[in-house]
């Protein structure tokens, strides 16, 4: 399957689900993240120069393909990071706010 899919990609841009279908139509049962997982294990684990973007999944054959390619990651990472951070903010907030509940639930009825 890893062979099929380098070849359409090679052929040129192409959306995942369109990729999906194709792969669907050649017998290949595969999962929308089961194919996220197979172009993940293309480019780290067999080092194939394979771009995705909302433009879909594309061969990176020039430098102007490469920079888009990686501006494209530091976008997701950027966008990663923040949910990360707000994720962390708010987390903290809540568990402060269940502690200072906690405490007073068990505290402040003795000492007021």
Do not use: C
């Not at 099929?4 to 999906?20: A, F, T, V, W, Y």
């Not at 194709?22 to 017998?27: A, C, E, S, T, Y």
């Not at 993940?40 to 393909?65: A, N």
Request: aromatic share 8%; glycine share 6%.
């Amino acid at each position: 399957m890893k062979e099929l899919i380098l070849s359409i990609i090679q052929s040129g841009r192409i959306k995942r689900l369109d990729l999906l279908a194709q792969l669907r139509d050649r017998g290949f049962d595969i999962t929308e993240r089961q194919l996220r997982a197979t172009i993940e294990d293309l480019v780290t684990s067999d080092k194939h120069p394979i771009s995705s973007s909302s433009l879909g999944y594309g061969w990176i054959e020039t430098d102007s393909d490469f920079e888009q390619a990686v501006s494209y990651l530091d976008k997701k990472a950027a966008a990663i990071a923040i949910r990360k951070n707000v994720l962390l903010g708010l987390w903290n907030k809540l568990r402060h706010e269940r502690t200072d509940k906690l405490q007073w639930d068990m505290f402040g009825k003795v000492l007021f």
